[in-house]
């Protein structure tokens, strides 16, 4: 542990001091290792806010001041995982793994296992199919961000979106587009582009953009999966009817 000694006097004077961060702060600040600390800070964890004295390593022993009130010596790290165990028990949820948020224990579908292995916020973007991932990242380079001024094109991805903020009902939309169309053309498909380049051109050929499975080269084929394609009519229309919460 770094400067033991000198964090245990902290501590001591910061409990006699009905636990008081800043004064084991000042002890620090005092002394000649005073350099290597960098004063308190707070950060939100799940069970509350803890305060603490930078140590300038998340895995270097420092004093960290409990949400419950108490002071001791430990990791940041260590202080943070002990309070989401804490807090994981108490509340019966765990932390996920992908999104960070807590979730119940019971919300896994079959076949799942609970323990934090599965996010109902993010497993249906993290299992996206190569098709249906490039086809929303054309959807999103190429549609105007609805919140812009009329006659600004800057486009959802020029905003700094990306598939992770796409409203769930609309990314379950576009899947099933994806899905369904590649059912349906299946063997069109194997003689066009790979997965990604599909996924693009049915964005762009169902939109009327200037590029797309007509312009490809791929003849027939071309020809049938833009007929496809446009049978579905136009995605855009349906990004302007879900709420994006877009704040520019």
């Known amino acids: 542990m770094k400067d033991e000694e000198l964090l245990l006097k902290a501590l001591a004077l910061g409990v006699k001091s009905n636990n008081n ?6 002890v620090i600040e005092s002394s000649e290792k005073s350099s290597s600390y960098f004063g308190v800070e707070a950060a939100n964890t799940v069970g509350g806010v803890i305060e603490f004295i ?4 998340a895995y270097v022993g420092t004093i960290v001041k409990m949400p419950s009130g108490h002071l001791k010596i430990t990791t940041f790290r260590d202080a943070v995982s002990d309070i989401e165990q804490a807090f994981c028990k108490e509340n019966n949820v765990y932390i996920c793994p992908h999104c960070g948020e807590p979730h119940s224990q019971h919300n896994a579908p079959h076949g799942w296992d609970p323990s934090g292995n599965y996010c109902p916020e993010t497993d249906m973007r993290r299992h996206t199919d190569v098709f249906t991932l490039h ?3 054309a959807a999103l380079w190429s549609t105007t961000n609805p919140s812009v001024d009329e006659g600004d094109d800057t486009s959802l991805e020029q905003s700094g979106y990306t598939l992770s903020d796409i409203p769930r009902e609309l990314f379950e939309s576009m899947r099933e587009d994806c899905l369904d169309f590649q059912e349906s053309n299946s063997e069109d498909l194997k003689n066009a582009g790979d997965e990604e380049q599909n996924g693009h051109d049915f964005w762009l050929t169902r939109e009327g953009h200037g590029t797309g499975f007509w312009d490809r080269g791929y003849k027939q084929v071309g020809a049938a999966l833009t007929s496809a394609s446009k049978a579905y009519g136009s995605g855009s229309d349906e990004f302007y009817q879900h709420d994006w919460d877009i704040e520019m």
């Open 135 to 137: 086809y929303i990242i």
């Open 21 to 26: 961060i800043e004064v084991a702060n000042g």
């Open 54 to 57: 930078n140590s300038g390593d």
